[in-house]
């Protein structure tokens, strides 16, 4: 027998559903019990081209037992947006992911101490320096470090907490089958082994071009604050910068000289009103420290 959680997952892996589809069958039935009763003509209601809603239908009776509707450890684990285990800070903005696929340490999800680090995939020489000089004194206090498993910045951000024995989390463009960029799939392997990899999307997703900015909305939705090291002018970075924004999260940026194209879209941030960062305590400073604030409860 399905149980809503279960009704929840399924429906997610569905081809033909996305986000806000997923909101439309909730507002027509809080239940999810009256979807599997429609026609593919009927779930076309829910503006989802014939096509789609076609595979939706056929998804939705297939008799084998459907993917993942179960939690079990060192496996995949499926966290719905109803369930106790969902990341409370994401919860909290406008569109919350309504299913989270996991592999790794889930505790990372509510961790109280999480920057999040991003920027250009093709960075200067200096770059790995810099964020060592600035990163290490943060990871080494506990700070969690968020990023999204990119080449570049987001490498560099990933093997300095797990240099440090910090947390890291990955957040994914695509399913855990289609680790993108296949670069990173050996990083991926080590991340879920000693961090958390995360992911919207369904095991057997592929990466498609309008997944990254999507999943840039979870990367700054899980931290406190999020750092660009560098981005240009049109770069994914600023996306997550605005989706942080929009968050009411703090933004962070390092800044550069006027002629390198690296620091271009950094530089403009910094001039639209994010911190300008030169040491760790930029940014430590803004941010609360959950340890020193803690209070005894003996």
Not at 99 to 107: E, K, M, P
Not at 172 to 181: M, R
Request: hydrophobic fraction near 40%.
């Amino acid at each position: 027998m399905r149980t809503f959680r279960s009704r929840l997952i399924q429906l997610h892996q569905c081809r033909g559903t996305d986000w806000k589809v997923l909101r439309s069958f909730l507002t027509f039935d809080p239940t999810l019990q009256s979807i599997y009763d429609m026609s593919a003509t009927q779930l076309r209601q829910f503006h989802i081209p014939g096509e789609h809603a076609s595979l939706l239908y056929e998804d939705l009776h297939m008799k084998k037992p459907w993917r993942f509707p179960h939690i079990k450890a060192g496996e995949i684990r499926a966290i719905t947006r109803f369930d106790e285990a969902y990341p409370e800070r994401l919860s909290h903005i406008y569109d919350a992911p309504w299913v989270i696929y996991c592999i790794g340490n889930t505790a990372l999800l509510n961790e109280q101490q999480a920057l999040n680090v991003v920027g250009s995939r093709n960075h200067s020489r200096d770059a790995e320096a810099m964020m060592k000089l600035i990163l290490t004194p943060i990871v080494t206090k506990g700070w969690t470090i968020v990023s999204g498993l990119a080449l570049g910045v987001d490498t560099l951000a990933h093997q300095i907490a797990l240099d440090h024995d910090a947390g890291t989390v990955a957040v994914l463009g695509s399913g855990f089958k289609h680790i993108y960029p296949k670069e990173n799939q050996l990083l991926a392997s080590i991340i879920a082994k000693n961090g958390l990899l995360l992911s919207e999307y369904p095991p057997d997703r592929g990466p498609e071009k309008h997944h990254f900015p999507e999943r840039n909305r979870i990367i700054s939705g899980l931290s406190l604050g999020t750092f660009i090291v560098e981005a240009r002018k049109r770069s994914g970075s600023l996306i997550t910068a605005d989706q942080a924004m929009d968050q009411g999260r703090e933004v962070f940026c390092l800044p550069g000289r006027m002629t390198d194209s690296y620091s271009e879209g950094t530089n403009r941030l910094i001039q639209q009103g994010a911190k300008l960062v030169l040491e760790a305590k930029d940014i430590l400073d803004e941010l609360p420290n959950f340890h020193e604030n803690e209070t005894s409860t003996i």
